[in-house]
């Protein structure tokens, strides 16, 4: 089976190809420290393995050093889902290619697309353990995997490691700094107060489930924006002010001829009740509405919902 649709995700480092497909190889070091079996070679074949959540058996179809890696799912087992095998016979491939002086990596899991049940679910898994641990693992030579239930010191670090994730577009750094500060135009719900300048005080609310005032901290035109949250009521959380004293960050770099947004919620860590939803829906509107609003796909995060 070689299903022609899937998921995708793209993302650029400014490490070789060969330290990338190095990384990707390394599978305990940005999936999962439990994976059992050999991980390197066409042929090899290891099981992955998250509580009792998810179970998968995977074989490495092809490997070509500094291009590319791709695995089959010859196995798969979900608890959270009727069919429990959706996986299986699905295809996951990382192509890598120089990208200028940059890397650039696009992952596909052909196969894995909006009809199946655990969808949403993995889709949003997938990017936080590429465009996250992956690519940390990349940059900095630390991911973030899954370490099983015993708390060790990796797991306790994971539990503080600060939500992530990033977008590369083909606007310059200043249409990127503006699309940004028009809060309105990407995320959804209602917003009252300025959103531009340093000292503007602004209030986000959605439905019955999210109200939070942000402040405009930092302002770089091309470079940087930072929100700090000084007030915050979730809802859905027994602790309503998670978000209190915690700070968005966007981060904005020229990557080649395209522009890098690397956004950051500082204080938004696995640990907190929120972290789950909230992760998703950060991915939601980083992601899906700021990226559309960013390239002229849409008017406003709002209209893809």
């Known amino acids: ?3 022609s649709q899937g998921f ?6 400014d490490q070789s190809p060969e330290a990338v497909f190095a990384a990707i190889n390394d599978v305990r070091g940005w999936w999962s420290q439990e994976i059992e ?3 390197v070679q066409p042929g090899d074949e290891f099981d992955y393995h998250f509580q009792d959540v998810h179970r998968c058996k995977m074989k490495i179809a092809e490997s070509l ?5 791709v695995w089959d799912v010859l196995d798969n087992e979900f608890s959270f889902t009727k069919d429990k095998t959706e996986w299986k016979g699905t295809r996951i491939s990382f192509d890598i290619a120089r990208r200028g002086a940059q890397t650039e990596v696009v992952f596909t899991h052909a196969g894995l697309v909006p009809e199946y049940e655990c969808y949403e ?14 690519r940390n693992l990349i940059t900095s ?10 708390i060790t010191e990796g797991e306790r670090a994971w539990s503080d490691q600060d939500f992530t994730t990033g977008i590369t577009v083909d606007k310059s750094p200043e249409e990127v700094f503006a699309a940004i500060n028009n809060v309105r135009g990407w995320w959804s719900g209602e917003i009252l107060g300025g959103t531009e300048h340093i000292g503007d005080e602004f209030s986000y609310r959605y439905e019955d489930l999210h109200l939070s005032h942000q402040r405009v901290v930092e ?3 091309g470079k940087r924006v930072v929100w700090r949250v000084t007030d915050a009521s979730l809802s859905f959380t027994r602790d309503k002010a998670e978000w209190k004293g915690t700070e968005i960050r966007f981060d904005i770099a020229r990557k080649g001829h395209r522009t890098e947004v690397q956004f950051t919620h500082v204080g938004l860590v696995p640990r907190l009740e929120c972290f789950e939803d909230c992760s998703a829906g950060w991915r939601f509107y980083i992601n899906g509405g700021l990226h559309n609003f960013i390239s002229g796909k849409t008017a406003a995060a709002a209209d893809a919902r």
């Open 1 to 3: 089976m070689e299903p």
């Open 8 to 13: 995708s995700a793209t993302f650029l480092v």
């Open 37 to 39: 079996g050999n991980t």
């Open 65 to 69: 050093p500094g291009k590319k890696v």
């Open 121 to 134: 679910v993995c889709a949003n898994a997938w990017d936080s353990y590429l465009k996250g641990s992956l």
């Open 141 to 150: 030579g630390q991911g973030q995997p899954n370490v099983g239930s015993p």
């Open 219 to 221: 302002s770089i035109p």
